[in-house]
């Protein structure tokens, strides 16, 4: 596998190694000590999946302070345009962002330590999801900023359908309003 750093410090993007032949293809998604050296040194204990439509918008979101969660994510079927946005307080990057396009066909990964918002955009009908996290969720910590806030300077992909989000992702506060991450 090859890890590549990205702009913002700790953010990687995992190029696991596909092995693929005439009856489809094998890939090791995850083994502890070869992320380890790689420095991705997060002590997985959950995982989640989601499916989603075409134009869903998940995010941005994190969970705050000893609550919050790094995450590995990785498309199995589909495809998205991930981001992970630096609200680290007092973070030489604080408000940039980095983003990569995942598919089940590309394999990639993208690694979101914890002090970044993480979301994404399906870009394929029936997209599922994956997310190891290295802490629990706790609803009482979750946290969000608005995917389109124009002060985030985000070029979401154009789709030809209208972007769909949840109630609760249309009404988070804009980027100013929030208070950034701290791990205290």
């Not at 690694?111 to 629990?136: M, Q, W």
């Not at 506060?173 to 929030?178: D, E, N, Q, V």
Request: glycine letters at 8%; a neutral charge; charged letters at 25%.
């Amino acid at each position: 596998m090859q890890v590549e750093d990205t702009a913002l410090a700790g953010v990687k993007i995992v190029h696991p190694d596909i092995h693929r032949d005439a009856r489809g293809y094998f890939v090791e998604t995850y083994n502890r000590a070869r992320y380890f050296a790689a420095g991705i040194t997060a002590d997985f204990v959950q995982d989640n999946e989601s499916l989603s439509a075409k134009g869903v918008v998940r995010g941005l979101h994190w969970q705050a302070g000893d609550k919050a969660q790094a995450k590995l994510v990785r498309v199995v079927r589909g495809a998205v345009w991930d981001i992970a946005v630096d609200i680290r307080k007092g973070s030489p990057t604080y408000g940039r962002h980095v983003a990569t396009t995942l598919t089940a066909e590309n394999g990639l990964q993208f690694f979101i330590p914890r002090g970044f918002a993480h979301g994404f955009i399906v870009l394929e009908e029936n997209t599922l999801f994956s997310y190891k996290c290295d802490n629990f969720y706790c609803k009482e910590a979750e946290r969000g900023v608005r995917f389109d806030d124009p002060a985030l300077k985000i070029v979401w992909p154009t789709l030809d359908i209208p972007v769909k989000l949840s109630e609760k992702d249309q009404t988070h506060p804009l980027f100013g309003a929030i208070e950034p991450w701290s791990a205290l």
